[in-house]
């Protein structure tokens, strides 16, 4: 499946139903993708899960050294978000029920794409929050495993 494949949504349910078939009659060769799907998806997870448990550490462990962080209409660097959002995101995170409703992973190379829609609910600084949103993730491969290197959140 192309990337941009991966941006569009399944346009029914045959579609969807024929790419689970091609994909569970792929040759060998496919599990190694499978297995950095997995490492992919890894990642991404242990960097939400460090963002909800208030571990900024562990959460920046998942960013790339050259990571841009594009939230809020702005851009940041490794540095700027470790002292700005990072902290935000955090008491956010950790306040709010998350549902991740969709989600796709494609990877090429050296490189890998995390794109999902997900659904947050809840109570934050008083206010109540029923939001969904979008997020884009690029990783790159490391001597250290995947790494994030471009995050893009979008919600409404």
Known sequence: MSIRELLRPPRSLAVGIAAVTIAAAAPAAATAQTDDEAAVR????GFKKALRAGDGDRAIDHLHPDVQ???GGHAETLDEYRSGHLAADMRFLSAVETETTW???EVDGELALYLSRYHTTGTFRDREIDAHGTETMVLRRTADGWRIVHIHWSSR
């Open 103 to 105: 989600e796709a992973v």
């Open 69 to 71: 962080v594009f939230e």
């Open 42 to 45: 890894a990642t991404v997870t």
